[in-house]
C-alpha cells in the first residue's frame, strides 16, 4: 500500500517549460496562464507528507523488522527470510488463512444478495420510504465493536432463551467451534448491508426510467427487466461494492474480538486477530510482521484479480 | 509563509522556480510543524514549576484499583513533592507490549510475575532493585520464584550489573487450589476431599442432589488454565521443562513432550470438567464469581484472586479453600503459588530516586499486610503475619510450609496459544488431539525463536 505519491512538478504547468518546446509557442502567453495556482500545492503537499509519515515510514518499517526476530522490545538481530519461510509451516497460520477467506466469501455473498434486495425495495414506490432508507441505515452509524459486545449478549443470553421457549434446541452457538463462525458472519452481515445498501441505492437512481418504460410496453416481465437492465446497468456498482466488502472482510477483526476472541481455542482466529496477539501479545513482533507483509499482497492480489474479473462483465450505455 | 491568501493573489505576475520551490518547502515545513504537534513533545524529566514530580504508574490490577488509589492517597500525604498517577488498563499484558514497542516504559509497575513478566524482564525493560532497602525483607523463597522466571542478564560493559538482577519485588502472592462452599458441603454431608476418588465422589454427590459440582466460565478462555496449572504441576515429572527446552524444536520424538507426560493430567481435566453446569460454554469470568457468590455450586476452580472478587458480589459469601487432591495419596497435595503482584522500576525511568520512593513505601509491611488482607493475598514478607482470613485457610498451611510449586503455564512461551486450547480441550474432551497439537505448537515456537526460555 505504498503509493508512491507524484512529487509535485516544480516547473510551471501542464506545457512543461522546456526551452525547446516554448520556442514553438507565441511568445505573447498570458501571464497565469499554463501555470498550477499555488493553492493546489497547499492542498496536495501536506496530505502527502502526512500519508508518508503516518503512512509509509510505518509500512517500510514493519517491512523492515519482518526480517529479524525483534521481539517488539528489548534487542533483535537479522533472520534473512526464515520468519516467511515459517509462516508456510505454522498450521495456525494457515488455519486462520482459511478461516478468513471463507469467512470473507460467505460474507460478501451474502451482503450483496442482501443488500440489493433491499436497495430494489428501497427504490421501488413504497410507502414511508425515506424513513425506511433512514432505518436501514443506522447499523452502519453504529461501531462494529459495540455492536459484537450486543451480539455477544444475545448469542449467549437471549436467543436460545426464545429458541427453547419455542421448542427448539437453543445453544450460544459462540461456544461451538463448529458454528461459532456462523454468529461473526450474523452479526457482520447485519453491520455490513447499510452501507452497501446506499450504494446500490445511488446505483439504482442513475437508471433513466425511460428504459423501464420501454421494457414495461415490450411486456418484459419484472425478473426480466432486473436481469437485462438493472443488473447489467448497476455493474460498476456490483463490482465496487464485491471488491470492497471482501478486502474489508478480509481484514475482519474487530467483531471477532467482541464476540468469541477468536474462540472458542483457536476456531475463529482471523489474519488480523493472529497477527496481532503474535505481535503484541506472544512476543513475535517480526514474525507476525512478516506475516502482516504477506497479507497485505494477498489483499492487494485478490482486490486485483476481482477488478479485473468483474469489470469485463460491466455493461454501459 | 505568505501572509496573503493565495486565492486572491492570481493575477500577480507568477513566481520564478525559486520562489516557487521556497514556498513548497514552507509548505513541507509547516506541514511538519503540524506532525511535530501531532506526536506531542515528551514530558521533561524534571519537576515541574511547582517542584512536584509526576509518576506513571501502570497498575495491572483492575481488582485492586481503589487499594491503589487509597496507598497513593496516603503516600502523596507524606510526601508532598511526588504526585502519582495511576494508569489501569483492562487488558494490562498487551498494554505494557505496545508501550514497550514505542519506548514507553512507566515509572512504575505492578505486573503479574509470569511467563509474560519474565520475557520482558529478560529484555532488560527492568531497573535493577537488588540494593533497594525493603528488598532485604522478602522471604527468600517468593523472591526465588521471580529469580527463576529469568530476569536481565547484561554484563557490565552494557549497562548491567554482570549478575542476574532484581527486576521485581513481590508485593502480594497468590494461591490456586479449589475454592468451594463450606455451606453446601456440610447441607450434603461432604468433607473436603484428600484424594482423587473422594473429589470425584463429592462431585457425583452433587450433582445426584441437582447443585453444580463445579460452576465452569469458558466464555473465558484462561479460566481453563487453574485446573491445568495444578493437575499438570503436580503430575509432570521433575525438570520436565528444562527436558523439553533442551530438546529444541523436534519435541515428538523426544524422551518428555507433552504427549507422553501429561496424558493422565489431561484426562483428569477433561474429568474435572464434565462436571460443569450445561452452559459452562458461554459464561464468563465475572457471571462465575456472581454465581458463586449466589450459592450456584459447590466448588470453583479458580485461585485466591476470585475471593475478593467473590467478596465484591456477596460480602458474607461463604467461602473455603482446599488443595487438589490429585493423586490416592493424601500426603502429595501441594498448593500452587506465584507472584500475583511485582514491583517494577522502569530501567530508563527519569525519576529514579522519586519511584524508588515509591516502591519501598509500597513495601513496607504495614502496605503490604493491609493490601493482603484487602485481596485476600499471602504476604511476601519475610517476618509476614499468616493471613487470617478464613477462605485462605484450607491453603494458608502450604504457602507457610513451603508445600508450594509455581504456575507451569509461566514456562510456556506466550506466542503458544495454551488457553485456548485448554479450552477447545474441556468443551471436546479430545485429549489426544490437546496433546498432540500443544507438543506441535511447542516444537514450531522453538524452531522459530533462537533465544530459548531460562525458566523453572
Not at chain 1, 4 to 12: C, E, L, Y
Not at chain 2, 355 to 370: G, N, T
Amino acid at each position: 500500500m505504498t503509493a508512491t505519491a507524484p512529487r509535485p512538478t516544480t516547473d510551471a504547468g501542464p506545457e512543461g517549460p522546456t526551452r525547446a518546446s516554448s520556442t514553438k509557442r507565441a511568445p505573447t502567453r498570458r501571464a497565469g496562464q499554463g501555470r498550477t495556482p499555488r493553492a493546489f500545492y497547499w492542498m496536495v503537499v501536506p496530505a502527502v507528507v502526512i500519508f508518508f509519515g503516518l503512512h509509509t515510514i510505518p509500512v517500510v518499517t514493519g517491512m523492515f523488522f519482518s526480517l529479524t526476530n525483534y521481539a517488539g522490545y528489548g534487542t533483535w538481530s537479522f533472520v534473512g527470510l526464515s520468519n516467511y519461510l515459517n509462516l508456510f509451516r505454522d498450521d495456525r497460520v494457515i488455519a486462520s488463512y482459511l478461516f478468513t477467506f471463507g469467512f470473507a466469501v460467505v460474507s460478501t455473498i451474502a451482503v450483496n444478495v442482501i443488500s440489493l434486495a433491499i436497495a430494489l425495495g428501497l427504490n421501488s414506490r413504497i410507502k414511508f420510504r425515506t424513513a425506511f432508507r433512514g432505518i436501514f441505515f443506522i447499523p452502519y452509524v453504529l461501531a462494529i465493536l459495540i455492536i459484537g459486545y450486543v451480539f455477544n449478549y444475545l448469542f449467549a443470553n437471549s436467543f436460545p432463551t426464545i429458541l427453547q421457549s419455542m421448542g427448539l434446541p437453543g445453544a450460544n452457538i459462540l461456544a461451538d467451534p463448529q458454528w461459532a463462525w456462523v454468529g461473526i458472519v450474523i452479526t457482520t452481515v447485519w453491520q455490513a448491508c447499510a452501507f452497501n445498501v446506499i450504494l446500490y441505492l445511488a446505483g439504482l437512481q442513475t437508471i433513466p426510467a425511460e428504459l423501464y418504460e420501454a421494457a414495461g410496453i415490450d411486456g418484459a416481465s419484472s425478473w426480466r427487466q432486473f436481469r437485462s437492465i438493472t443488473f447489467p446497468l448497476i455493474g460498476a456498482y456490483f463490482t465496487i461494492n464485491m471488491v470492497l466488502s471482501f478486502k474489508s472482510f478480509l481484514q475482519v477483526f474487530d467483531q471477532i474480538v467482541a464476540l468469541t476472541n477468536g474462540g472458542p481455542g483457536t476456531s475463529t482466529e482471523s489474519i488480523a486477530l493472529v497477527i496481532f496477539r503474535g505481535g503484541f501479545q506472544g512476543g513475535e513482533y517480526g514474525y507476525q510482521m512478516a506475516n502482516a507483509v504477506l497479507y497485505l499482497f494477498v489483499i492487494i492480489l485478490v482486490s486485483f484479480i476481482q477488478l479485473r474479473f468483474l469489470q469485463r462483465r460491466e455493461a454501459s450505455f | 509563509m505568505s501572509p496573503r491568501s493565495p486565492f486572491t493573489d492570481r493575477n500577480r505576475p507568477g513566481p520564478t522556480n525559486a520562489k516557487h520551490r521556497g514556498r513548497l518547502a514552507a509548505a513541507a515545513l509547516g506541514t511538519a510543524v503540524v506532525l511535530a504537534g501531532l506526536t506531542g513533545c515528551a514530558p521533561g524529566s524534571g519537576p515541574d514549576a511547582d517542584g512536584v514530580t509526576t509518576l506513571d504508574f501502570f497498575q495491572f490490577k483492575p481488582e485492586a484499583v481503589q487499594d491503589f488509589a487509597d496507598i497513593i492517597t496516603d503516600f502523596e500525604a507524606e510526601n508532598p513533592d511526588i504526585r502519582v498517577v495511576q494508569n489501569a488498563v483492562p487488558d494490562p499484558d498487551t498494554a505494557i507490549r505496545t508501550l514497550l514497542v514505542k519506548n514507553k516504559v512507566p515509572d512504575v509497575l505492578t505486573l503479574n510475575v509470569s511467563g509474560n513478566f519474565a520475557e520482558l524482564a529478560r529484555a532488560c525493560v527492568f531497573a535493577d532493585l537488588a540494593d533497594e532497602p525493603s528488598a532485604d525483607t522478602v522471604n527468600p523463597a517468593v523472591q526465588e520464584i521471580v529469580q527463576d522466571l529469568g530476569s536481565c542478564d547484561q554484563s557490565s560493559a552494557d549497562g548491567g550489573s554482570g549478575s542476574p538482577e532484581v527486576n521485581a519485588l513481590p508485593f502480594a502472592n497468590n494461591a490456586s487450589g479449589i475454592i468451594y462452599n463450606p455451606d453446601i458441603f456440610a447441607a450434603q454431608g461432604v468433607e473436603v476431599p484428600t484424594t482423587w476418588t473422594e473429589l470425584v465422589a463429592a462431585a457425583d454427590t452433587f450433582e445426584q442432589a441437582g447443585i453444580a459440582p463445579f460452576y465452569c466460565t469458558m466464555k473465558d478462555a484462561w479460566t481453563a488454565g487453574p485446573a491445568f496449572v495444578n493437575l499438570g504441576g503436580a503430575l509432570m515429572p521433575d525438570g520436565f521443562f528444562d527436558d523439553l527446552r533442551a530438546e529444541g524444536s523436534d519435541v515428538q520424538d523426544g524422551a518428555v513432550s507433552f504427549n507422553k507426560d501429561f496424558g493422565p493430567a489431561m484426562e483428569k481435566e477433561v474429568q474435572l470438567f464434565s462436571y460443569c453446569q450445561d452452559d459452562f460454554a458461554s459464561r464468563d469470568y465475572n457471571a462465575g464469581n456472581l454465581a458463586f457468590a449466589n450459592g450456584e455450586s459447590a466448588m470453583y476452580l479458580q485461585g485466591s484472586y476470585a475471593i475478593p472478587a467473590i467478596r465484591a458480589n456477596a460480602p458474607d459469601a461463604s467461602i473455603g479453600t482446599f488443595p487438589y487432591p490429585v493423586t490416592e495419596n493424601a500426603d502429595d497435595r501441594i498448593a500452587v503459588s506465584g507472584v500475583d503482584v511485582g514491583l517494577s522500576i522502569g530501567r530508563d525511568s527519569p525519576h529514579k530516586e522519586e519511584a524508588q520512593r515509591f516502591v519501598d513505601y509500597l513495601m513496607s509491611p504495614e502496605v503490604v499486610q493491609a493490601y493482603s488482607e484487602s485481596q485476600s493475598t499471602f504476604s511476601p514478607l519475610v517476618d509476614a503475619e499468616p493471613n487470617t482470613d478464613p477462605a485462605l485457610a484450607g491453603l494458608e498451611p502450604y504457602f507457610t510450609s513451603g508445600r508450594i510449586i509455581g504456575f507451569i503455564d509461566h514456562q510456556v512461551p506466550a506466542s503458544i496459544p495454551l488457553v485456548n486450547m485448554l479450552q477447545t480441550l474441556v468443551i471436546t474432551g479430545d485429549v489426544d488431539e490437546f496433546l498432540t497439537d500443544l507438543d506441535d505448537e511447542w516444537s514450531k515456537v522453538a524452531a522459530r525463536t533462537t533465544t530459548q526460555r531460562e525458566g523453572k
